[in-house]
């Protein structure tokens, strides 16, 4: 029986896309197969019989992938997350008894699709290392021979390391075809440069807007801002390595200046600056805090920049 469950549901959601496409109204159709979806994983979640062969709850992966898909045609995230709740509930109850879960059991492609779609949904719910895990669990399950595949995994993960700060590879970006999208908000990244990685957005966003990953993309734009403010940091260590006070306190104008000369001279508000180190330091990627009265930054003498995953840059 379980075998038959993949067909069948992917013949009723093809079946709700082609009377979609007929009738000219998206999502009704589509409704209705989520609905018998969530029916069918409802009926699964509790079958209680102690075969593991012939326990229905094999069947889980397979109907949570094809919950997932229907969900993100009709962009209704909220029927995936219960559903991805019980999957997981089933996993750590096998875990403890030393069972094979059914995420075990299931086929490559079934735990690759669901690893990608685990992903996209934290990665929605802004946990990004969470996403990243499951992203990467994804690409390195997917078959070389399915190519189109690992591309679109790795679009999203790519998405989520820059988020964080770290950084894919020239080589890897080259090899999927990637460098041109991707490649210029690294640069942008590493150098501060919030003029490049404002234009790079901008060039692709159709294409970022169509994955649904630009509203996310835009947040490793404080990146920028974090990578000019860990260089003036760096600078001040240098100059006096033996005073922690000359490099714990940076001036605002001092980084507003070296926010226009990341910028090729492009004009920078006091007040741009100090939004920027506001949610730097609400984010938890700058210790310290702002002394208006002083028009002052005071960093943390320990370790100012606690979740930074990479080297300063080179100045």
Do not use: W
């Not at 690992?150 to 894919?168: E, H």
């Not at 974090?226 to 260089?231: E, F, G, H, N, Q």
């Amino acid at each position: 029986m379980i075998g038959f469950l993949g067909p069948i549901l992917n013949r009723a959601r093809r079946t709700a896309l082609n009377y979609e496409q007929q009738e000219g109204k998206r999502g009704k159709r589509m409704d209705e197969v989520i609905s018998v979806i969530q029916t069918t994983l409802s009926k699964l979640g509790t079958d209680r019989n102690p075969n593991p062969a012939d326990n229905k709850k094999l069947g889980m992966v397979i109907v949570c992938n094809n919950l997932s898909k229907a969900a993100f045609y009709t962009n209704n995230m909220g029927v995936i997350k219960p559903s991805m709740q019980m999957l997981s509930r089933e996993v750590e109850k096998s875990q403890k008894e030393g069972t094979q879960s059914p995420l075990d059991l299931a086929t490559t492609g079934q735990r690759v699709t669901h690893f990608y779609y685990s992903g996209r949904v934290k990665m929605l719910e802004q946990r990004f290392t969470e996403a990243e895990e499951d992203l990467q669990n994804a690409f390195s399950l997917c078959h070389t021979s399915f190519r189109k595949n690992q591309v679109r995994i790795l679009v999203f993960l790519i998405t989520v390391k820059l988020v964080q700060g770290k950084f894919p590879t020239s080589l890897l970006l080259s090899e999927y075809g990637l460098t041109t999208i991707f490649q210029p908000l690294v640069e942008a990244i590493q150098t501060g440069s919030i003029k490049l990685f404002d234009n790079t957005m901008e060039e692709n966003a159709s294409f970022f807007a169509k994955l649904g990953i630009y509203v996310i993309l835009h947040r490793a734009r404080a990146n920028c801002f974090l990578t000019i403010i860990r260089r003036v940091h760096h600078c001040l260590l240098t100059l006096k390595p033996d005073d922690p006070n000359f490099s714990s306190r940076v001036k605002m104008s001092h980084l507003t200046a070296a926010f226009e000369a990341a910028n090729a001279g492009q004009e920078t508000s006091p007040d741009e600056v100090e939004c920027a180190l506001v949610c730097l330091i609400a984010n938890g990627q700058v210790k310290g805090y702002i002394s208006r009265q002083h028009q002052t930054v005071v960093l943390s003498k320990g370790n100012p920049f606690p979740n930074c995953c990479t080297a300063v840059p080179e100045v």
